[in-house]
């Protein structure tokens, strides 16, 4: 099969189809071996990659950072915290504009929704969103993807989505990659916490199987992924109303009895107590191997966009 | 004859509209009742434009019961000009007049996508910021017709009239 991706932006999941995505998650496969010490590659060598922080996401920037250098290419590492003409208001798309001259693609993270769509019309080189605004954040999705693929299976997959499906960015852009799946989704989340109506309809207009429930034990026994996500505090008025309803969505080895064996847990990280610590030695537990599915699946994403022999 | 009339005349004879008082322009007829001023504002067109512009809102109507027209003195509008008010006024046609005469008369149709028209209903996108960017959509027209701003991906759920730019 070939696919062109060169030159191509990675905004949305919505810009693939599910052709594009299994041949993303085939080609991570095929690189994962030079994710790990040892193997190395230099099909990225010369190419330069400029991370584009607007605000602080350490482990995706530092993800993209070895991603790059495993394939033998160089990083140019732009922030607005440190006096730059970013942080003097200049436009995003004047940023863009200059910076996509200094190198072969750019690496976005903004805090606007949208940010990545409107620099993409800026750049001269290919954009990949590594998250804006609580919109979207397509390699975390494929790195979530390619965990499933791992770690369960995407063929007949009943999956539920846990926490904050309201400002979760991440949730989103799986809920609408797990649909082209047809996999059974569970929303389990508290009454305020409940993932958009727009969202919702336009799931459900793509065949989305979807059910809502506020209670997590309801679907402990049933699925065979447990996608759990952080609630914030920031997004409750009061703090006591916060500890109550984080409680109810936090899950201990204890209430694992009736998981399937084979059930897994995934969390896009960092967590805070939203797992407790017990759960790490159980075998549900994925979401370490999970994080480092970053590397490959982003060493993929990069190769395909930029890698010369495509 | 009821409802409000402002310049021009209208009339209904036989069924059919006859459009006085244009020499050259264009006239919007089958405007669904109200809406009237609505197109203005898509067109861009205030009192501060240029144009002689007649408004006849809730006119009786064979096929709708009750619609509004619109007439634009000395200028006719393309159709990529007025198709965007197929978003609030599916059934509208247009009619170019030239020396009186109607020299071309068709019914609008939703554009593919549609730019600095309507606002994003999400606060946090990135149009609504003092980048340089005009809200834009993306209209999917098999029915229900959904608008997704080009932006953010958030879909139009709301009444796009309260969204209208100007
Ligand atoms: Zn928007």
Redesign the interface.
Same mark, same amino acid.
Request: with cysteine; aromatic share 10%.
């Given at each position: 099969m070939s696919i062109g991706f060169s030159k191509r932006h990675v905004i949305s999941m919505r810009d693939f189809s599910r052709d594009e995505i299994d041949y993303i998650l085939a080609e991570a496969e095929r690189l994962e071996p030079y994710a790990h010490h040892g193997k190395t590659s230099d099909v990225l060598d010369g190419k330069i990659l400029a991370n584009l922080f607007f605000e602080p996401s350490t482990r995706t920037r530092l993800s993209f950072e070895t991603a790059m250098k495993r394939l033998g290419g160089e990083v140019l590492n732009v922030s607005s915290t440190e006096g730059s003409s970013m942080a003097k208001g200049e436009t995003l798309a004047d940023t863009v504009r200059v910076i996509s001259g200094y190198c072969d693609v750019i690496v976005l993270r903004h805090p606007k929704d949208g940010a990545a769509r409107m620099a993409a019309n800026c750049s001269d080189v290919s954009v990949i969103n590594a998250g804006d605004g609580t919109g979207h954040h397509p390699t975390q999705t494929l790195l979530d993807l390619y965990a499933i693929r791992k770690e369960a299976s995407l063929d007949g997959l009943s999956i539920a989505l846990v926490g904050d499906l309201k400002y979760g960015r991440t949730v989103h852009s799986l809920a609408y990659a797990l649909t082209l799946y047809g996999a059974k989704i569970y929303l389990v989340s508290p009454e305020e916490l409940r993932m958009p109506d727009s969202i919702k309809k336009d799931l459900n207009d793509l065949g989305a199987c979807l059910e809502e429930t506020s209670n997590i034990n309801d679907v402990i026994g049933g699925v065979s992924v447990l996608y759990m996500t952080r609630i914030q505090k920031e997004r409750f008025m009061d703090p006591v109303e916060y500890d109550k309803v984080a409680g109810s969505y936090r899950i201990t080895a204890d209430m694992l009895k009736d998981a399937g064996d084979d059930m897994v847990i995934m969390h896009p990280l960092p967590r805070v107590d939203e797992i407790a610590p017990d759960v790490d030695e159980t075998k549900h537990a994925v979401y370490f191997r999970q994080s480092f599915y970053g590397v490959p699946v982003r060493m993929a994403v990069l190769s395909l966009l930029i890698g010369s022999e495509q | 004859m009821n409802g409000s009339f402002v310049g021009g005349n209208v009339m209904n004879v036989k069924g059919e509209m006859r459009i006085k008082g244009i020499e050259n322009g264009t006239v919007i007829d089958h405007i669904k009742s109200g809406q009237a001023l609505n197109v203005l504002r898509i067109l861009g067109i205030s009192s501060k434009s240029a144009e002689v512009l007649s408004i006849a809102m809730n006119v009786p109507s064979k096929l709708t019961h009750k619609k509004d027209i619109v007439k634009v003195e000395g200028r006719e509008l393309s159709p990529s000009e007025v198709n965007k008010i197929a978003l609030i006024t599916p059934d509208a046609t247009i009619n170019i007049v030239r020396d009186s005469k109607v020299i071309e008369k068709h019914k609008v149709s939703l554009p593919n996508e549609i730019t600095g028209v309507l606002r %994003?209903a =999400?606060a =946090?996108?990135? !149009?609504n910021? !003092?980048?340089?960017?005009k809200p834009r959509f993306i209209i999917s027209k098999e029915p229900p017709v959904?608008l997704r %701003?080009?932006? %953010?991906?958030?879909?139009m759920?709301e009444d796009v009239v309260e969204h209208l730019l100007f």
């Open positions: - | %994003c =999400n =946090n996108c990135i !149009s910021t !003092s980048e340089p960017v959904k %701003c080009f932006y %953010c991906d958030r879909l759920v």
